[in-house]
């Protein structure tokens, strides 16, 4: 149980770190984006002179390269965000199927120790708590498939952008 109370803790403090990260990232998109505009007046200005539109086009080719790779870490940071939850929520969870298990075996065995069920039906409750154990891997594997593959999928649309 005090596995299942520490991966909350580690959940809630990452959780809260990538609220920070997402805010300031958030703050600075919305400066380049300020930035951005005022650049773009100035290139669009009449009364500017020519070397200051070169100068505010270079600028705003760069900033245009910064906000993608701002936006970009946002995503990331999101999909972070949802993975970890992800990955504690299943933890949680098998350490209450192991819990149920555990306990739900020996409170079986405590009772057919005090005569209240016999050997056949304490053998049908172990085979429910063993089989909800089973579904429960079943369905983590399944979800570790899916999230690797979508891993894989990000990495080559990361690689491809690369090029």
């Given at each position: 149980?005090a596995?299942?109370?520490?991966?909350?803790y580690?959940?809630?403090?990452?959780?809260?770190?990538l609220?920070?990260?997402?805010?300031?990232?958030?703050?600075?998109?919305?400066?380049?984006?300020?930035?951005?505009?005022?650049?773009?007046?100035?290139?669009?200005?009449?009364k500017?002179?020519?070397?200051?539109?070169?100068?505010?086009?270079?600028?705003l080719?760069?900033?245009?390269?910064?906000?993608?790779?701002?936006?970009?870490?946002?995503?990331?940071?999101?999909?972070?965000?949802?993975?970890?939850?992800?990955?504690?929520?299943?933890?949680?969870?098998?350490n209450?199927?192991?819990?149920?298990?555990?306990?739900?075996?020996?409170?079986?065995?405590?009772l057919?120790?005090?005569?209240?069920?016999?050997?056949?039906?304490?053998?049908?409750?172990?085979k429910?708590?063993?089989?909800?154990?089973?579904?429960?891997?079943?369905?983590?594997?399944?979800?570790?498939?899916?999230?690797?593959?979508?891993?894989?999928?990000?990495?080559?649309?990361?690689a491809k952008?690369?090029?």
């Open positions: 149980m596995t299942a109370a520490v991966s909350a580690k959940l809630v403090q990452a959780q809260e770190k609220k920070t990260d997402t805010i300031f990232q958030e703050a600075d998109n919305e400066r380049i984006k300020d930035r951005m505009q005022a650049l773009k007046d100035i290139a669009g200005s009449e500017a002179t020519q070397q200051a539109r070169t100068n505010a086009l270079t600028e080719a760069k900033l245009n390269k910064d906000y993608a790779d701002k936006n970009e870490i946002l995503q990331d940071l999101a999909l972070a965000n949802a993975i970890k939850r992800n990955n504690t929520s299943n933890k949680l969870r098998n209450d199927i192991l819990n149920l298990k555990t306990n739900g075996t020996l409170a079986a065995a405590e057919l120790k005090n005569g209240k069920i016999d050997e056949k039906q304490f053998n049908d409750l172990k429910v708590f063993d089989d909800r154990k089973t579904l429960r891997q079943d369905e983590t594997e399944h979800q570790k498939a899916y999230l690797d593959g979508m891993q894989q999928i990000e990495d080559a649309n990361a952008n690369k090029q």
